[in-house]
């Protein structure tokens, strides 16, 4: 039984991990999409509902 338990976590965990790293690359290119419509970075992390550092941080990580 606890190993059934342990298997479903790591199950879980794998499908956490690809959804997280779909997020991420959702959220890049919208923030990518807000910056070429001239949106300013409060308000697209008002939207993206991230910190305005982290919109920095991914715009400044897309154009590095």
């Known amino acids: 039984e606890v190993v ?6 790591g199950r ?3 499908q956490s991990r690809a959804f997280e790293e779909a ?7 919208a923030e990518a999409r ?10 697209a992390a008002a939207l993206l509902v991230l910190t305005p550092g ?4 991914l715009h ?4 590095a």
């Open 4 to 9: 059934q338990e342990a298997v479903a976590v």
């Open 12 to 14: 879980e965990r794998r």
């Open 23 to 29: 997020l991420m690359a959702h959220t890049s290119s």
């Open 34 to 43: 807000l910056a070429r419509e001239g949106y300013a970075v409060r308000d």
């Open 54 to 57: 982290r919109v920095s941080q």
């Open 60 to 63: 400044n990580a897309r154009t």
